[in-house]
Nanobody, 113 residues
Framework: QVQLVESGGGLVQPGGSLRLSCAAS?????MGWYRQAPGKQRELVAA???????NYADSVKGRFIISRDNAKNSMYLQMNSLKPEDTAVYYC??????????WGQGTQVTVSS
C-alpha cells in the first residue's frame, strides 16, 4: 500500500496562511486533502485528479488551493484566509478513501488568536 506523510501544519492566527505537504510512496491518480475536527467526521475539502481537475468543498472554495507534483508523488494545499473553523487534523489520501483504508498520521492545523 502507498504510504502517506503529511506535514506543514501549525498554529496560525485568523487570516493567516499555511502550506501543507503530502509525500506519497507511490502514485495515486485522484488525490485529496481531508480534515477532521474534534468531534466531527472526516471530510474531503479539496481534490485533484490526474488530469489536473480540481474540486473544493464550499467551505474552503476561494481560500484553499490544491496542487500536485506527479514527478515527486507529492501534493500540496495552500491555505489562505484561515478561519478558526479550519482547525482540524489534515490528511491526504486517494479520493473516496474510507475509514478502513490506510491513513497517515495527519498534520494539525490550529487557527487561533
Amino acid at each position: 500500500q502507498v504510504q502517506l506523510v503529511e506535514s506543514g501544519g501549525g498554529l496560525v492566527q485568523p487570516g493567516g496562511s499555511l502550506r501543507l505537504s503530502c509525500a506519497a510512496s507511490g502514485y495515486i491518480f485522484n488525490m485529496g486533502w481531508y480534515r477532521q475536527a474534534p468531534g466531527k467526521q472526516r471530510e474531503l475539502v479539496a481534490a485533484m485528479a490526474a488530469d489536473g481537475t480540481r474540486n473544493y468543498a464550499d467551505s474552503v472554495k476561494g481560500r484553499f488551493i490544491i496542487s500536485r507534483d506527479n514527478a515527486k508523488n507529492s501534493m500540496y494545499l495552500q491555505m489562505n484566509s484561515l478561519k478558526p473553523e479550519d482547525t482540524a487534523v489534515y490528511y491526504c489520501n486517494k479520493v473516496r478513501a474510507t475509514e478502513s483504508d490506510y491513513w497517515g498520521q495527519g498534520t494539525q492545523v490550529t487557527v487561533s488568536s
